[in-house]
Each structure stands twice: as C-alpha cells, then as structure tokens.
C-alpha cells in the first residue's frame, strides 16, 4: 500500500506545472556595459527591481545610481514617492501619449495614482549610464505639476549625476551616442557655471518647451 502512494505522489508530482523563473530582457549586444554587471550580477539585482522593469538595461542603469546623488531617485522608483508605488519605467514610442512628445528623449507619466517614466525607443541602445543619469531626472516628477523651478532641479541633478558616472564608467562616454551628447551638453553647461544651476536655469527657461510653466511647483521654489 506504501509503495502504491509512493508511486502516485511521484506521477502527481510529474504532472504538476514548472514555472520558471522571470527574467529581465537582455542587454542589446551592440551596447557595451561595465565588466562588473554579469548576467548573474543582474539576476540577482532583478529582484529588487522587478516591479519596475523588464530591461536588465534599466536594472544596471539603477544599480550605477547607488552611491551618488541619483540614489534618491533611484530609491523614489522603487516606491519612495509621492505615488507611494514603484515607478514603472518603459521604452515607449512617446507620440503614441501625444504626437508633440515624439521626439522628447523620456517624459514621466500619471495615470490614476500610479507614477510612469516612458523613454523614447530610440535609447534603448544608449550606454547604461546616460540611462542612469536620464532617470535620475524623471524621477523628480512625481505629480501632475510642473515649473520651470522643477525643470532647472531636474536638469541640474541629471548633470551631477552624468558627471560622477562618468567618472566611474569612462567606458559609457560614447560621445556619438544621441543621450551621452545630451549628457554632455548638460555637464559642460553644469562645468560653465563652475558647478552651479546657473547656465542650465537659462537653458530651461529658454526651452520653447517650457514655455507657458509656472515659476514653482508643489516642492520646487524659486531658489537658484
């Protein structure tokens, strides 16, 4: 008799479904990532961002942040927001949320309480770090309002953030790559007035796309 149940437990067992474990999409081989971000070091870091995204572009993007100034913004993605939920982050065709935003490089999103950062497809081979510094930026914009003191905030907190990147991961200084350019205009702007918001505030507010924004937002003042 025991050695009856015995068996059925066995074909039960056999019978019952596997279910794999999920895994982020891969790196793009055409994109060149620091030595230490193996395929084990980003399964392993997948679980901690697996609410956040399916790109292991995004998951090494997140991990460079820690450690420097972009750490509040990568900890605001995994849920310490003004939302309370993780920040979804995807590589989205940005006309298809309104054919004016085509060409924006990434545009962070609400939809009911829960908080989106959407990055033009065209990144999607851009160096993990310009990605990092990118999302650093984004994550700053966790409500449906927006100021030109937001904006000065955010493009000043991408600069530091690509600056001490790049000093940690000379490789993903690819200077023909569309996003390290836009990292790197922001840098020298950040480098001009000598570490200071200052040339990136006139930048902003001569944006045409920022035309029409309010000075301050709830938590951004008038300060620089």
């Known amino acids: 008799m025991k050695k009856l149940l015995l068996v059925i437990l066995c074909l039960t067992m056999l019978n019952l479904p596997v279910f794999a474990t999920k895994k982020p999409y891969p790196v793009p081989p055409s994109v060149k990532v620091p030595a ?9 870091a997948y679980e901690e961002y697996k609410k956040v995204t399916d790109e292991s572009l995004i998951v090494i993007a997140l991990e460079m942040l820690k450690g420097t100034d972009g750490d509040f913004s990568r900890k605001a993605i995994l849920g310490y927001n003004l939302s309370g939920y993780p920040i979804k982050i995807k590589f989205k065709d940005l006309a298809s949320l309104n054919k004016s935003y085509a060409n924006f490089d990434a545009v962070g999103w609400k939809k009911k309480k829960k908080l989106f950062i959407y990055i033009n497809p065209k990144h999607q081979y851009a160096p993990p770090a310009a990605i990092a510094a990118l999302l650093s930026h984004e994550a700053l914009h966790q409500d449906e309002y927006n100021s030109l003191s937001e904006e000065t905030y955010a493009w000043t907190m991408e600069a530091v953030v690509w ?6 991961y000379p490789e993903c200084n690819v200077e023909s790559d569309p996003l390290v350019k836009r990292e790197n205009t922001l840098k020298k702007l950040f480098e001009k007035g000598s ?7 006139k930048a902003v507010y001569q944006n045409k796309g920022y035309q ?8 951004f003042k008038e300060k620089f």
Do not use: M, Q, R
């Not at 230490?36 to 392993?44: G, I, L, R, S």
């Not at 570490?195 to 505030?201: F, L």
């Not at 029409?212 to 938590?219: A, D, E, Q, V």
């Open 36 to 44: 230490k971000f193996t395929d084990e070091y980003v399964a392993n």
């Open 163 to 168: 600056s001490d990147l790049v000093d940690i």
């Open 195 to 201: 570490h200071s918001p200052k040339y990136i505030k």
């Open 212 to 219: 029409g924004l309010p000075l301050t937002s709830p938590g």
